[in-house]
Nanobody, 115 residues
Framework: QIQLVESGGGLVQAGGSLRLSCAAS????????MAWYRQAPGKRRELVAG???????NYADSVKGRFTISRDNAKNTVYLQMNSLKPEDTAVYYC?????????WGQGTQVTVSS
């Protein structure tokens, strides 16, 4: 059974930093790409950042220069370093992985940025 387990969310003041982690567990798969999405109350889920198996990255315009996505292939883990956080970054953040066996979602982790 494949699972994505997220960690690292929490409450932080504006201007602060958080680091999210997402580890894919299970066996018999390879990872093609991983990404972070977020969904704020009353809004649609949106792509925050993505990274391919080769290390190519892409970011939403709203987080460019503040967030960095990275991955550790040996640990099947993707990270999202979030700096200079703003209240508008408040949302539930979801890990997404495109595996050889299909697309999977994590359970979500809450990030709250106070002003």
């Amino acid at each position: 059974q494949i699972q994505l387990v997220e960690s690292g969310g929490g409450l932080v003041q504006a201007g602060g930093s958080l680091r999210l982690s997402c580890a894919a567990s299970g066996s018999g798969f390879s990872i093609n790409a991983m990404a972070w999405y977020r969904q704020a109350p009353g809004k649609r889920r949106e792509l925050v950042a993505g990274i391919t198996s080769g290390g190519s990255t892409n970011y939403a315009d709203s987080v460019k220069g503040r967030f960095t996505i990275s991955r550790d292939n040996a640990k099947n883990t993707v990270y999202l370093q979030m700096n200079s956080l703003k209240p508008e970054d408040t949302a539930v953040y979801y890990c997404n992985a495109l595996l050889s066996l299909g697309r999977y979602w994590g359970q979500g982790t809450q990030v709250t940025v106070s002003s």
